[in-house]
């Protein structure tokens, strides 16, 4: 018969790591579960004690690594946006020179849509951030709105092509990030209008790819 500590000992191992294991957790995995509380309940509502506690870490671990609640939010965003920035941009940059630019144009929005399905926290941080004037929101568009300078560049090579209708670029990237981002982004939501909780991986591109057309077809002049 087992004693009891060793059955306690194996209860443990299961679920939440314990705080001593998770001191040591790897650095990618704490800066995404923070990305996914300050998404949650915004930067002002997310005390260090929630921060500690759903992170499973100790005060002085946060202080000794990040120094303050703010220094770990950054280092959150930067952590989120700039793997969405590299799965916007990695087809893009080994793109044959003379593929269509509305072709280009399909790659950024399925690589970007690609990118909110696999880190949906990143774009409900940005909408929280983005419906109020902050520190916080300049800190986002100064360093990660690469994807709407990639968008323009692609639009403007349309226009003057005669391939993409004279519309504001700035509506585009609305359509593509909070339009179309909202279908992965805000997956509670989306439970409730019929998007499936789990999907396959196949099920996931075949939706992207559904989505793409539809923004691409939205501001192509033959509409085909």
């Avoid at 893009?92 to 880190?119: H, Q």
């Avoid at 805000?186 to 209008?193: E, F, M, N, T």
């Amino acid at each position: 018969m087992a004693d009891d500590s060793s059955s306690k000992k194996q209860k443990r191992s299961r679920g939440r790591p314990s705080r001593k294991q998770a001191e040591v957790a790897p650095e990618d995995e704490l800066l995404r579960l923070a990305l996914e509380v300050f998404a949650e309940t915004g930067y002002e509502g997310t005390s260090i004690r929630r921060l500690t506690g759903q992170l499973g870490v100790s005060h002085s671990l946060l202080h000794a690594r990040y120094g303050s609640k703010e220094k770990l939010w950054k280092a959150a965003v930067d952590f989120g946006m700039k793997k969405l920035v590299a799965q916007t941009q990695h087809r893009l940059a080994d793109a044959p020179r003379d593929l269509p630019v509305t072709e280009k144009i399909r790659i950024l929005f399925e690589d970007f849509l690609s990118g909110v399905s696999t880190e949906p926290a990143v774009l409900r941080l940005m909408n929280y951030e983005g419906s109020r004037s902050s520190a916080r929101l300049d800190y986002i568009a100064t360093n990660f709105l690469q994807g709407r300078d990639d968008l323009e560049v692609l639009m403007s090579e349309g226009k003057k092509a005669g391939v993409i209708r004279d519309v504001p670029t700035s509506m585009i990237f609305f359509l593509m990030a909070h339009g179309a981002g909202s279908y992965f982004g805000l997956q509670p939501l989306a439970r409730h209008v019929g998007v499936p909780a789990r999907q396959s991986i196949k099920a996931v591109q075949a939706d992207i790819e559904a989505l793409a057309e539809m923004l691409l077809l939205s501001i192509r002049t033959d509409q085909h």
